[in-house]
């Protein structure tokens, strides 16, 4: 397929097959219309009320579905180098295509972490061939330690358009300052896993009834909140910009709200596990459920659901986390936190989310695009308007079709969903990047 | 009378019925204990598994001794003479238990939650928790409730007492398994309880926890209690983290010979043991006629003896105990 890796890390396909998207209606940021999408040499080459099929052409049925721009996952653990026993580029990606994204934001928490030129390389060119575009964030400090920064600008010219020390918050005020700083000019955002570590302990779940009652070491919502609000000062004081990961708390999406109304410029993106489950799901003890930030009490899940549609959260991100059978069968606090999530975000999204398909998708697809600056407005190929000449990242998606989620059939190499035997609505049906159909009829073609 | 549950994980498993059975199948066992040979043929046949991942050789040789009355073949299991330090995961642990044919296994563990694991991946094999982080230890919330009975008379009499009875559990409930335990048990005999602790060593919610009333001020309670249980207080918690100073948790929470001069005549002191004499409670205090600690001790036995039987024990030989 001549894949290469372009000097922002990012494949360029050459000539793709011809593909004709038939009978769904198109919805991206400029609106909804009835359209067949033709797709060319790995690009949109018409959209039009009705394509007749060139010869040679796939036809990709969309009768009743919703053709989209691809998804865009600000969060996903795809854990290669250093635990492919849980998850590889090659099946994190497999897994990301099967639920409509084209791209995903690598964190940076491998082993070793991405904080060097190097190790980034490395990732950029495990993932030539992968099934979807994956965007390498890079840790903000050096061995995502918290003690000196990263290389930021030799990253930044790689490609790297997020920095993040994700698994952990960068505790200290005065590093992270200094960072927001160093930021400045490189065209860059920076984005926290807001925990304050001297609250959260060795918590292993929310802090509350549940936890008091199981016996289980937990943290309190104060320990995300205080890093929230301590990040929103240090935005306000140096005039940066900030994306907070997976809110989890009423007090967290109030904070970010304010802020927000008070014209800062920070952007924040849930998850579909903060939004769908609550603390309560910890009664068995079983660390599926087990996750960081941990699952919270029904009004947090509300708030986020509220916050998700006013406007104050921009992105539902996966955080995928994928973690090997063995590590899921340890006592409750000594198994590592984590859940999958790529196969799912979009149903769940479809299922629990009181919002119109055109609002999923901006929190799916161009908004989190935009905040990752893999948009075309930042020179991206993802999350555009699906227009003659853009690129060929496409999802079919069957918002009516149900499906009953089944841990060992998904795709990534890990089993830890806490979805298991859950029905859903909202499935993926085709999934094309960069003009090649690398999901049709929900089945994964590489 | 509903069937006794398939395991003994948290005090929640048990109804006031199944409770004031486990008492009354523990007296007779009480009477097999007083005989110059205490064994009973009960358990004959089966095969008990004690599979302690934390030690305590006071809790082990209780359960064990227990088995060995009721002839049941026994087997302890200790994590360092095993495959667990090799890297064997928990799972597999638990599922050789089953697979080497074990009737019943008594679980101890570090970490909250791991007998209720244990019980959803076996099928054949019934799962008693002696003790899981900070989560319950019922056996010993049940020879508590066993002990207070016999000092206040024993058998139905002794039962009727708990109904409106004061009960003051002292010290560090955060982090004790034995007071969510003993908590559920007294109440779900009609008792009141009342919890006295600073407030970081009191869990961080009480939301739906059955107490009467939370204090920091002990002498205020201690005049109308009919029972103190004291809880151990570990030394490290008087590092400054949870308390700043041990001789301060004494001052404030112990049971100095000066507060044991409040109580009402007739009321009764507990503590799970081991004691830490002279933090929780003074030396002289622990060996006053109205501490129980011995008899706790010694109650220990025939308690997880009916509890045995009551898992392990009907379809065999049932109702051979039963008045
Ligand atoms: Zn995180």
């Known amino acids: 397929m001549g894949h290469t890796v372009g000097d922002r890390g990012e494949s360029v396909t050459g000539a793709g097959p011809t593909l004709v998207i038939r009978g769904g209606t198109v919805v991206d940021q400029s609106g909804e219309r009835r359209a067949d999408v033709l797709i060319a040499e790995g690009r949109v080459a018409a959209v039009e009320s009705r394509i007749a099929r060139p010869r040679g052409a796939v036809v990709l049925e969309a009768d009743g579905c919703v053709v989209a721009p691809g998804l865009v996952d600000l969060h996903t653990h795809l854990r290669e180098p250093g635990r492919e026993e849980s998850e590889t580029i090659e099946t994190g990606t497999r897994a990301a295509s099967l639920g409509g994204f084209t791209a995903v934001v690598a964190m940076p928490n491998t082993e070793p972490a991405l904080d060097s030129a190097e190790a980034v390389r490395n990732v950029q060119e495990l993932a030539v061939g992968a099934s979807a575009h994956v965007a390498v964030a890079g840790a903000i400090t050096v061995g995502r330690a918290g003690e000196r920064l990263a290389p930021m600008s030799e990253l930044a010219a790689l490609g790297v358009r997020l920095f993040t020390d994700d698994g952990a918050g960068v505790q200290s005020a005065g590093l992270m300052r200094r960072a927001l700083d160093y930021a400045t000019g490189l065209g860059v955002t920076l984005a926290q896993h807001c925990e304050d570590r001297t609250l959260a302990g060795d918590g292993a779940m929310?802090?509350?009834?549940?936890?008091?009652?199981?016996?289980?070491?937990?943290?309190?919502?104060?320990?995300?909140?205080?890093?929230?609000?301590?990040?929103?000062?240090?935005?306000?004081?140096l005039g940066a910009r900030m994306h907070f990961l997976h809110l989890s708390t009423t007090g967290s999406v109030d904070l970010v709200r304010r802020a927000k109304s008070e014209g800062l410029a920070v952007t924040a993106e849930a998850a579909p596990h903060h939004f769908s489950l609550t603390d309560g799901r910890t009664a068995d003890y079983d660390p599926v459920f087990k996750v960081n930030p941990p699952l919270r009490p029904q009004a947090d899940v509300d708030a986020l659901k509220a916050g998700l549609a006013d406007g104050t959260i921009d992105a539902i991100a996966t955080d995928h986390a994928p973690h090997a059978p063995e590590l899921k069968d340890l006592p409750f606090d000594q198994a590592p936190p984590g859940m999958l999530g790529l196969q799912t975000a979009l149903s769940l999204a479809i299922s629990e989310l009181d919002l119109p398909v055109a609002r999923i998708l901006a929190l799916l697809s161009w908004q989190p695009a935009s905040i990752c600056g893999l948009d075309p407005?930042?020179?991206?190929?993802?999350?555009?308007?699906?227009?003659?000449?853009?690129?060929?990242?496409?999802?079919?998606?069957?918002?009516?079709?149900?499906?009953?989620?089944?841990a060992s059939m998904l795709a990534s190499r890990s089993r830890n969903s806490p979805y298991d035997g859950r029905k859903l609505t909202g499935r993926?049906?085709?999934?094309?990047?960069?003009?090649?159909p690398v999901v049709i009829d929900a089945e994964a073609q590489r | 009378m509903s069937p006794f549950p398939a395991h003994l994980l948290s005090m929640d498993d048990l109804g006031t019925e199944e409770i004031v059975e486990v008492l009354e199948v523990a007296d007779s066992f009480v009477e097999v204990g007083r005989r110059a040979n205490p064994k009973v043929p009960t358990l004959r046949g089966r095969t008990v598994a004690t599979l302690f991942f934390e030690d305590s050789t006071r809790t082990r040789m209780s359960f064990e001794t227990a088995a060995k009355r009721m002839s049941a073949d026994v087997l302890s299991f200790a994590p360092g003479s095993s495959s667990v330090k090799k890297g064997e995961s928990l799972r597999d642990t638990i599922e050789t238990i089953e697979a080497i044919g074990i009737d019943g296994v008594i679980i101890r563990h570090a970490s909250s939650g791991v007998p209720a694991r244990a019980a959803g991946w076996l099928d054949h094999c019934s799962v008693i928790n002696a003790g899981d982080g900070w989560h319950q230890h019922p056996t010993q919330a049940l020879l508590d409730l066993y002990t207070v009975r016999q000092a206040f008379g024993g058998g139905d009499s002794g039962l009727a007492r708990f109904e409106g009875m004061q009960v003051v559990i002292v010290g560090d409930i955060r982090h004790s398994r034995v007071a969510r335990s003993q908590i559920t048990a007294y109440t779900a005999l009609g008792a009141e309880v009342t919890l006295v602790a600073p407030t970081t060593l009191l869990p961080p919610s009480l939301e739906g926890w059955p107490v009467t009333s939370v204090t920091q001020h002990l002498d205020d309670v201690l005049p109308k209690a009919d029972v103190v249980s004291l809880l151990r207080v570990q030394s490290e918690r008087g590092s400054g983290e949870f308390v700043p100073t041990l001789r301060e948790y004494t001052a404030d929470y112990g049971l100095t010979a000066r507060r044991a001069t409040m109580l009402q005549p007739g009321a009764f002191i507990l503590h799970p043991g081991p004691i830490v004499r002279g933090v929780e409670i003074a030396s002289e205090v622990a060996e006053l006629p109205a501490a129980l600690i011995t008899d706790q001790v010694s109650n220990g036995v025939a308690v997880r003896m009916a509890v045995l039987f009551l898992l392990l024990g009907q379809g065999t030989l049932g109702g051979a105990h039963r008045g």
């Open chain 1, 377 to 406: 407005v930042h020179g991206g190929d993802q999350g555009g308007a699906i227009v003659p000449g853009a690129a060929g990242n496409i999802c079919v998606i069957d918002p009516t079709a149900t499906w009953t989620v089944e």
């Open chain 1, 428 to 436: 993926v049906r085709h999934t094309v990047f960069r003009g090649e």
């Open chain 1, 206 to 237: 929310h802090e509350g009834a549940w936890s008091s009652r199981l016996g289980i070491p937990g943290m309190p919502a104060a320990a995300e909140e205080v890093m929230v609000a301590r990040d929103i000062a240090l935005v306000r004081a």
